[in-house]
């Protein structure tokens, strides 16, 4: 049964840093790209960063450039998000998905991804 499990989420203080995983059971990851996404309550869920299935290819969106990066350990069967000084509006619940376009360079709309987790929480508060 193919599976991705987050983890890593938490309660951190406005400026500081978490990061979350992304594990995959049941199938390789090596033939997917992975996205990240998030979803704050009340709102849509919005893609974050993706990367392509040998990771050659990155995208962020602009809320997150030069404060999130994405990377992937194929032998781990794992995918990473490092993400730095963390704000209140990062809050929300983190998903990854996987698509089986494995050469996706750029960050794509939530229901073209193929696989999903079950998420893991993020809140930033003082």
């Known amino acids: 049964q193919l599976q991705l499990v987050e983890s890593g989420g938490g309660l951190v203080q406005p400026g500081g840093s978490l990061r979350l995983s992304c594990a995959a059971s049941g199938f390789t990851l090596d033939y997917y790209a992975i996205g990240w996404f998030r979803q704050a309550p009340g709102k849509e869920r919005e893609g974050v960063s993706c990367?392509?299935?040998?990771?050659?290819?990155?995208d962020y969106a602009d809320s997150v450039k030069g404060r999130f990066t994405i990377s992937r350990d194929n032998a781990k069967n794992t995918v990473y998000l490092q993400m730095n000084s963390l704000k209140p509006e990062d809050t929300a619940v983190y998903y990854c998905?996987?698509?089986?376009?494995?050469?996706?360079?750029?960050?794509?709309?939530?229901?073209?991804?193929?696989?999903w987790g079950k998420g893991t929480l993020v809140t930033v508060s003082s």
């Open positions: 990367i392509s299935s040998c990771g050659g290819s990155t």
């Open positions: 998905a996987a698509s089986t376009i494995a050469t996706m360079t750029s960050l794509v709309q939530w229901y073209e991804m193929d696989y």
